[in-house]
């Protein structure tokens, strides 16, 4: 099902998504991968706040390419979710609300998608012109000296992903392939 | 004996880089055209369509293909009868990407060291491979690659007894287990025999040749196209969301080995398979 909607979303919206949503997003999200979701972890080990309120947020696991001049951000497809699977469940249990990203996730990411009716989404992966000009604008926010690692607030228009697991823990990583698996010999 | 000044072996590396990173070969373009026509998964088929149309974008607006753009593969093949003047060979290979990668708006993915991690900011050091060939000409190929497929990428130490059988398997096991992680359709560069570090480089040259040809050895070129249809069994399918098409093409390479071994690697490529080349 194709579904339309602002972001961030209520939690109502979120679990309102299922595995195989074609889902178009608008508004705001923000960036990190793997280098700012270690300063961020190491962060809340020591004790201190997030360099942004995490709660109701969704993060995309990317790092673009330098933007040319005129244009808000440069090639801007997703990374291997899996290498944020460490950090990702204490994330989403301080109200993250949403991921998106490529590739499977841990057995303890599911289990906090679901404590949380948070959700998992993939952007496709290799697309990163074409999901670039869904991006309006791009503004580093904090740890502004890890270069593509730096964590950035996006403002997305139509920004389409697709949903892999819900709130209910469904994977379609897991059904759709299942769906196309033909004998082998 | 012909002279070379290092410079053009730079300017040559710049325009290379930012070559691969904006367009495909033409025939990574056909492999992805047939694919939109055969993918059974209506979902495949639009995501295989999205990524023609991200094909499109990159060249025309100058945009890299993906933002992944690489560490910077750099194979040499030297003329033997080629004397470099003006400066190091590989000082100028790095000159090469630092310039591509600052000039060009590609995106800097290396790190000084594995463990401390500071980016170098320039995408410097490339990783250079030199081979002294016959003649005075120099062959430059650049390949970025992308590191969430160079992620799933195996090495396999199999017995003799393991046989053909044993390469295939590996060769499934490594693309099974790549799944999503691996952004299919997936090109799989595959090298048998040699060493242990001989048949990885064999499998990341396997990489660079064209979709849709075969080795010259028959068992080989068979093994290729049974290798390709089975992936294609397997339902990965654009994305890791299911279909008929998680790889475009299966290519591999062999060499001598040792009598005690047989070790396969398993070098995958995501669909944007990136190399350009120039002969100087």
Known sequence: MDRHINVPYTKEEAKSLKAGDMVYLTGTIYTARDAAHKRMYEALERGEVLPFD?????????????????????SAGPTTASRMDKYAPKLLDLGQSGMIGKGKRSKEVHEAIVRNDAVYFAAIGGAGALLSKAIEASEVIAYDDLGTEAIRRLTVKEFPVIVVIDSEGTDLYETAIQKYKKEDE | M?????????????????????????????????????????????????????????????????QDTGMAVVYLEVGQDVHFTGGLLEDAVNEGVRQGYVDGFLRKSVVSDPIERVNTKDNTPAVLHYFPVAGEKVKIT??????GSENMSRVFMLKPADGIEGVKNAVLTAVKDAGPNACPPMVVGVGVGGTFEKCALLSKMALLRKAGEHSEIPYVAKMEKELLERINKSGIGPGGLGGSTTALAVNVLTYPTHIAGLPVAVNICCHVNRHAGKVL
Do not use: W
């Open chain 2, 2 to 66: 012909r002279e070379i000044d290092v410079s053009e072996i730079t300017s040559a590396i710049k325009e290379l880089c930012i070559e691969a990173n904006h367009t495909l070969s033409p025939d990574m373009k056909a492999a992805l055209d047939s694919a939109v026509d055969t993918e059974e998964s209506p979902l495949g088929k639009q995501i295989l369509g999205q990524l023609e149309e991200n094909l499109a974008i990159a060249k025309e607006d100058m945009i890299p293909i993906c």
């Open chain 1, 54 to 74: 995490i709660k109701g947020n969704v993060i995309y696991y990317m790092g673009p390419s330098p933007a040319r001049e005129g244009r808000p951000i440069g």
């Open chain 2, 142 to 147: 650049v390949a970025p690659k992308g590191f």
